[in-house]
């Protein structure tokens, strides 16, 4: 089952601008991750965000959190042609019981060119 | 530290046969996820493993099955491979404790003929 749905699907800017991806999600999460994902290889962790935070900041990324609207973006200011991949939400389902079972979208494929 | 591996990188096999790929989790780690990734169904989880012992299931058939042992290294079998296993298999490892931070190897890309 998908749990959170990017977008837009596929992005594409200019060196230098600003990138903003969006997640919504449908159940109540403990946290929320996003991911990146170069040509069909392993992911990536960029950022965990957890549920009682609003926002968070890492270098050029910056994460935001709405529970009650069940959504979150991701900006990566001043893009660089390096940032092009596909970059993915992920929550976790289970948010009653120990474990992990990230449940993840289909993703955004930004493209950066110079 | 070194990061998570997946061996094989690349394999390909004829639809009927098995197939186990191997996970070698960060050190310290004790959980170890399993993911398939096709252009359909994007990332799927399989399951989770922490302590040698199956924590999670994701919705896949009994034919997809997994192991963990006292090293924290993982195995995932698939029994009589059809096409549609034709995948990239990605592990991921964690702490096993909240807030769950997974880490991912490069993946196992299975072609079934």
């Known amino acids: 089952s998908q749990q959170g749905e990017e977008d837009p699907q596929a992005l594409s800017i200019q060196e230098g601008e600003n990138a903003t991806m969006n997640c919504s999600y449908k159940?109540?999460?403990?946290?929320l991750q996003w991911y990146r994902q170069n040509s069909g290889r392993g992911l990536v962790h960029l950022i965990l965000?957890?549920?009682?935070?609003r926002e968070k900041h890492s270098g050029r990324l910056r994460v935001t959190l709405d529970t009650s609207k069940k959504s979150s973006s991701l900006l990566i200011t001043a893009s660089r042609a390096a940032d092009t991949a596909s970059y993915f939400c992920?929550?976790?389902?289970?948010?009653?019981?120990?474990?992990?079972?990230?449940?993840f979208g289909k993703g955004t494929t930004l493209s950066v060119s110079s | 530290k070194a990061g998570v591996t997946q061996t094989p990188r690349y394999l390909i096999k004829t639809r009927g046969q098995q197939v186990t790929l191997s996970c070698s989790p960060i050190?310290?780690?004790?959980?170890v996820s399993w993911y398939q990734q096709t252009p359909g169904q994007g990332l799927q989880f399989l399951f989770e493993?922490?302590?040698?012992?199956?924590?999670n299931k994701g919705n896949f058939p009994g034919r997809f099955s997994g192991r963990q042992f006292s090293n924290s290294r993982s195995e995932m079998n698939v029994s009589t491979l059809e096409l549609g296993d034709s995948a990239l298999y990605l592990c991921?490892?964690?702490?096993?404790?909240?807030?769950?931070?997974?880490?991912f190897g490069p993946g196992t890309r299975l072609t079934v003929t």
């Open positions: 965000i957890r549920s009682n935070e």
């Open positions: 493993y922490f302590s040698e012992t199956q924590r």
């Open positions: 991921a490892s964690s702490l096993g404790q909240p807030p769950y931070e997974q880490y």
């Open positions: 992920a929550t976790d389902e289970r948010y009653n019981q120990a474990g992990t079972a990230l449940i």
């Open positions: 159940t109540s999460i403990n946290n």
């Open positions: 050190s310290g780690h004790r959980s």
